[in-house]
């Protein structure tokens, strides 16, 4: 006979549980410092928890502003950077619309195109033009660290605004890190200030206007064309036509794929201030990146009340919804390749300090893809335990009933109280009876989280 306290007991739990059967329990992270969301490839929502709370996505935005880039910027879409060589004074004017990766490669191709359009042994001043960005830009949330992401921003610039460097002990002294990039001698007291063996240094501001013009002029040497000049600062006047354009070999979807992988804030920035470019005019500037970026959102995504301040989520400023990124995630679905995977995991992390985030799509085993999304706005929150109870829920059940995210909880709860070690508590002793009683294990679960 069961106990009447234990009845009274079970008829309210009964009743709580009928009228909230269609809802799963939270079984991933209280606090509200945690966002999390599942979704099939239909956008059919299987798990969710504080899915309107905006938070801070880190580097999760990326795959937003890598959307709007491939979107707005055109599938087929290649950075372009035009050129005009003067006859009579003998100066090489290039122009640059932003292009994320002008390396050394890229400049010496160029290079070689120049030599063998202008059939010219010999040029006078090379004058570079960065109009087509505005020169007061400043990313929020970039230091002035010598780390990679804190590169400032420019519509002509090269190898990511970036110098890597190691000691050479045979020839004591720097050497380029690169084989296929030199080192020039002006930045060795820079290198020398860093006090490191191996790494890289960022370029100033100055700097970064000049570097471009300088390897211009080592690639032309290096194929016995005289300079004469110098490097310059101008403006590209020529009339339509005498120009040419010179196109990146990487399309706009092989950057994406590099900006995902490598995780590049200049690169994600560099697209923001394209798309504003091309959305509102020249110059670029972040302002206007920003609103071409909340202008696809809205007609594109149906996304209105974002919060942006850049495009690489280096800014705390920006704020998300796991909503918000589902949406995301669902229209981004067709370039999922694009994301860096492991096995069945195609994924975009994001990290700051005390932010770890997490958006991708996982590939079940019924091969469709569930796009998911973790927001941990604290330290130590279980995050590897969200992504586990994700991918198990995935790869462990289907999901064609109500019962999905119930039934795995259950597992683990009676599995956890088996019968024969149900003699150690009152708690226990009453879901043993209750067991012999028949009663459904989908209430029993209620006592066990």
């Given amino acids: 006979m069961v106990d009447k306290k234990i009845l009274i007991i079970f008829i309210l739990f009964l009743t709580i549980c009928i009228t909230g059967l269609s809802i799963s329990p939270c079984v991933y992270a209280k606090s509200l410092n945690t966002g999390i969301l599942l979704a099939d490839d239909q956008g059919k929502i299987l798990y969710g928890q504080n899915r309107e709370k905006q938070f801070i996505p880190a580097s999760i935005l990326k795959i937003l502003t890598s959307l709007a880039a491939i979107n707005i910027l055109g599938e087929d879409y290649r950075f372009p950077t035009d050129y005009f060589f ?38 006078h001043h090379i004058i570079l033009d960065q109009t087509y960005f505005s020169e007061k830009i400043q990313i929020p949330g970039k230091g ?3 780390n990679p992401y804190d590169a400032p921003v420019g519509s002509l610039c090269a190898n990511f605004n970036t110098i890597k460097f190691k000691w050479n002990p045979q020839k004591k002294k720097f050497v380029s890190g690169e084989p296929q990039t030199p080192l020039l001698s002006i930045f060795h007291e820079d290198i020398k200030k ?14 970064s206007l000049l570097y471009p013009g300088l390897l211009f002029k080592y690639f032309f040497e290096k194929n016995n064309i005289k300079i004469t000049g110098s490097v310059l600062q101008g403006k590209f006047e020529v009339k339509a036509g005498e120009e040419f354009s010179f196109f990146s070999p990487f399309g706009i979807k ?3 794929q590099k900006l995902l992988k490598y995780s590049n804030n200049y690169i994600a920035n560099q697209l923001l201030l394209t798309i504003g470019a ?10 206007n990146g920003i609103k071409a970026l909340k202008l696809f959102s809205k007609r594109h995504l149906g996304l209105n009340h974002l919060n942006i301040s850049e495009g690489s989520g280096l800014s705390r400023s920006n704020l ?6 589902m949406k995301i995630l669902i229209e981004f679905m067709p370039y999922h390749s694009l994301l860096k995977h ?6 975009k992390t994001g990290t700051l ?5 997490r958006a991708g799509y996982i590939l079940g085993n019924d091969n469709r893809l569930y796009p998911y999304v973790i927001m941990v706005n604290q330290k130590n929150k279980s995050y590897e335990s969200i992504l586990k109870n994700l991918f198990n829920r995935v790869f462990q059940h289907d999901f064609s009933d109500g019962s999905t995210f119930r039934r795995p909880m259950i597992k683990t709860a009676m599995s956890r109280y088996s019968e024969s070690g149900c003699q150690t508590s009152l708690q226990k002793k009453e879901l043993c009876m209750w067991r012999k009683q028949n009663i459904p294990e989908w209430f029993l679960v209620s006592f066990l989280i």
């Fill in 86 to 123: 003067d006859t009579d004074s003998k100066d090489l004017y290039i122009k640059g619309f932003g292009d994320p990766f002008f390396t050394s490669e890229v400049i010496e191709q160029l290079c070689h195109e120049i030599i063998s359009k202008s059939e010219t042994k010999l040029i």
């Fill in 144 to 146: 002035n660290s010598l």
């Fill in 194 to 207: 860093t006090k490191l063996n191996q790494g890289r240094i960022i370029l100033s501001k100055q700097q």
């Fill in 254 to 256: 092989e950057i994406v």
């Fill in 278 to 287: 091309k959305t509102y005019g020249t110059p670029a500037t972040l302002e």
């Fill in 320 to 325: 998300i919804s796991p909503n918000q990124m």
């Fill in 342 to 347: 492991q096995d069945k995991d195609y994924f």
């Fill in 353 to 357: 300090s005390g932010i770890r985030t």
